[in-house]
Nanobody, 126 residues
Framework: VQLQASGGGRVQAGSSLRLSCKASGSIFRLNAVGWYRQSPGKERALVARIFSGTLILPTSTDYADSVKGRFTISRDNVKNMWYLQMNRLKPEDTAVYYC????????????????WGKGTLVTVSS
């Protein structure tokens, strides 16, 4: 299984960017998927994640406090892709963004393993 992130770039503060991540390979099911970021001197931290949902529980999302109201995570289970729409970007959003996914590959009783993409750089200038 491989994850490929794209969409990073250099923008001005207040601008928007949309990150995409595509999972490829022998995938039975995408479980939770998300985005993390790491800026110089800091640890990698959760930005947003979205859970797969079940017949009983709907899909739910989780955001870092610093991005609530500005970023939106979404997913397309048919394409095995997920996205991070980032609006009103701030210089402090500058970081390498990594996509992450819990993926089941061995059928319905496989609870999944963690996979990471290589990261895409987002630079926000003031």
């Amino acid at each position: 299984v491989q994850l490929q992130a794209s969409g990073g770039g250099r923008v001005q503060a207040g601008s928007s960017l949309r990150l995409s991540c595509k999972a490829s390979g022998s995938i039975f099911r995408l479980n939770a998927v998300g985005w993390y970021r790491q800026s110089p001197g800091k640890e990698r931290a959760l930005v947003a994640r979205i859970f797969s949902g079940t017949l009983i529980l709907p899909t739910s999302t989780d955001y870092a406090d610093s991005v609530k109201g500005r970023f939106t995570i979404s997913r397309d289970n048919v394409k095995n892709m997920w996205y991070l729409q980032m609006n009103r970007l701030k210089p402090e959003d500058t970081a390498v963004y990594y996509c992450n996914a819990d993926i089941s590959t061995d059928g319905p009783y496989d609870y999944g393993k963690d996979y990471w993409g290589k990261g895409t750089l987002v630079t926000v200038s003031s």
